[in-house]
């Protein structure tokens, strides 16, 4: 078949990214050279779809019968047990070649000595304590000490724009209204910009958390932040304001009139300032969306970017109203999504599950990832008509994805129920050796307790030999951080264990907070549980060393050194292994 789409798909974050597409010639033929690792193959004309797993195992040429796929997702929608479950396996490792002594003496020095430099800077970073004793007058004291400490190295800016604020009280609804990396990342003259001038026109008849998500909230997709709201109010007059206010459709008319779309120019779509998009009058189509919504907020019209498509709104007479809406899909009546679950703990967007749009023969991912209210369950969305996926991913403990894609349909003025459910081809975990519970770590007050005592009843135990002070150590633990629920559902005991050579007398455990309930540090005073480990799978220590271990000693879980996604497959490993 020729001028078929065919993209070479590879999973990652409950979703499937294209690492290359190209369109079939006249003999229907596409070549692509990749690493061995399974990948999902999408192919479509742009009305039909169809797809097809590419099995790791493949090396020549194939043959693929291009069978629209349509009728089965149709014959799907809305039915309770019909699913599309999709396994997907990693490449094999292959074996690690070990440096010499010397040089992996060497590559630890350098390693210890990069650590130092990062702990000294990060010294300098503000304690949550220390910040409310400062600001113990403030009303807002607990407020500004929690968004300083999420500031990290930027919280001198922080500081700056709470201190220069007249109104505190709008200054900390700003700062919950932006990300925690817009916090380490904005200086204090961009943030100052917004809230200075974010009253000079008021937004009558809106809600509160809608004036402040979508008036104040100097965010608006993926560009950096720049103190567009001065910028933008002093490049129209007030005449112009005034009409833009009361009929946004005119500075919707004003937009198209005087901005040009530009789709070549701006290769890697790098989203541009709104006062460079005004200078110009000329710029992408993202880029342009931006603009519009800018101006909305900048003159008190609350204003947004829809996170199914990135299509710029604004809000009017309590509904959303779409800026430009597409020729083929005009503003219409929305349907409402309710999303439930019954699973043992939370899925998170972007981490367990996506809901994808079909369009032109594709499914493309809502962005939900910052949505507050896919937080909690039952939770409803509200969705333009249309057929929609979801989709649901496990990463195992071995690196293969179990995903699960279940297909609905969202009609207008009606609500559709979707539970979030995994893909149930789990592997029982196996065991992979005994430890010795009768063996002994110290307390950091040096007690020797037995490994056993902290395995109670049919409870198993975590136990991560880790150096906090490492990077692999810090990010396994700032994984547990979220979780810390769940593991305190499980209520088994978490050993944080501090190696052999750490010296604990520079080590506080009070400065990790948000930790699971039942959690301990510990120390391997003798090397005794490190030692142990290496002699059991005959492989190098690689911290952080993290194992699940049943109350008889036996070890059904084992990640080693840098890793993502731990704390989760702790918690499935546990549930897998604990449930009769």
């Not at 479950?85 to 490792?93: G, R, S």
Request: charged share 25%; proline share 4%; hydrophobic share 35%.
């Amino acid at each position: 078949m020729k001028n078929i789409n065919v993209g070479f798909t590879l999973y990652n974050y409950a979703e499937f990214y294209e690492i290359a597409g190209f369109s079939t010639a006249e003999d229907g033929c596409v070549s692509l050279e990749t690493g061995y690792g399974d990948l999902l193959v999408w192919m479509t004309d742009g009305t039909g779809y169809s797809w097809w797993k590419l099995p790791a195992d493949v090396t020549d040429t194939i043959t693929v019968v291009y069978e629209d796929k349509r009728k089965l997702v149709d014959e799907s929608l809305n039915t309770v047990g019909k699913f599309v479950d999709l396994d997907f396996t990693p490449p094999y490792a292959g074996n690690v070649v070990s440096p010499s002594t010397d040089k992996a003496e060497l590559n630890k020095k350098r390693l210890k000595e990069e650590d130092s430099i990062r702990a000294d800077y990060e010294s300098y970073f503000s304690d949550s304590a220390t910040m409310v004793e400062y600001y113990k007058v403030s009303p807002f004291r607990n407020e500004i000490a929690g968004f300083m400490q999420k500031s990290r190295g930027n919280y001198m800016d922080i500081a700056h724009f709470y201190g220069l604020s007249r109104d505190q009280k709008t200054a900390i609804i700003l700062l919950s209204v932006i990300s925690e990396k817009d916090l380490r990342d904005t200086p204090y003259r961009v943030l100052l910009d917004h809230l200075k001038n974010a009253d000079k026109f008021e937004c009558k008849n809106c809600p509160d958390d809608i004036k402040n998500k979508y008036v104040l909230n100097p965010r608006i997709g993926r560009e950096l932040l720049s103190p567009w709201r001065s910028e933008l109010q002093n490049s129209f007059s007030k005449k112009e304001i005034k009409a833009f206010r009361k009929d946004p459709e005119k500075l919707k008319n004003w937009v198209l009139e005087n901005i040009a779309i530009d789709s070549e120019n701006n290769y890697y779509g790098v989203t541009l300032f709104p006062a460079s998009v005004l200078k110009m009058r000329v710029a992408d189509e993202y880029s342009r969306n931006v603009f519009f919504v800018a101006c909305c907020r900048s003159f008190g019209i609350p204003a947004r970017l829809e996170p199914a498509t990135y299509a710029p709104e604004y809000y009017s007479n309590n509904q959303w109203i779409s800026a430009f809406p597409r020729e083929s899909a005009p503003d219409q009546v929305k349907g409402q999504l309710v999303l439930t679950n019954k699973n043992s703990f939370d899925p998170v967007y972007y981490t367990h599950y996506t809901i994808a749009v079909l369009r032109n023969g594709r499914f493309i991912s809502l962005d939900y990832e910052t949505d507050e209210s896919l937080r909690t369950f039952p939770c409803t969305l509200n969705l333009d008509p249309g057929t929609y996926r979801l989709m649901t991913g496990s990463r195992q403990d071995d690196g293969s994805v179990l995903t699960r894609w279940t297909f609905f349909k969202i009609e207008a003025g009606k609500s559709t129920e979707q539970a979030i459910s995994f893909n149930e081809n789990i592997r029982k975990p196996a065991k992979l050796f005994t430890l010795d519970m009768q063996s002994e770590l110290s307390s950091l007050s040096s007690d020797d307790i037995k490994l056993s005592s902290f395995a109670t009843g049919e409870k198993g135990v975590v136990i991560a030999l880790v150096d906090p002070l490492t990077e692999p150590g810090r990010h396994f633990l700032a994984e547990m951080q979220p979780v810390a629920g769940d593991f305190d559902k499980w209520g088994g005991s978490v050993l944080l264990v501090l190696p052999k050579d750490f010296n604990k007398s520079d080590f506080s455990a009070t400065s990790w907070k948000g930790l699971p309930m039942h959690c301990s540090w510990m120390f391997d005073e003798t090397g005794s549980l490190e030692n142990e480990i290496r002699t059991k799978t005959c492989t190098k220590s690689v911290l952080p060393e993290v194992m699940y271990v049943n109350n008889l000693g036996e070890v059904y879980y084992l990640s080693r050194g840098y890793q993502v996604n731990t704390a989760h497959i702790l918690l499935k490993t546990i549930s897998q292994s604990e449930t009769k």
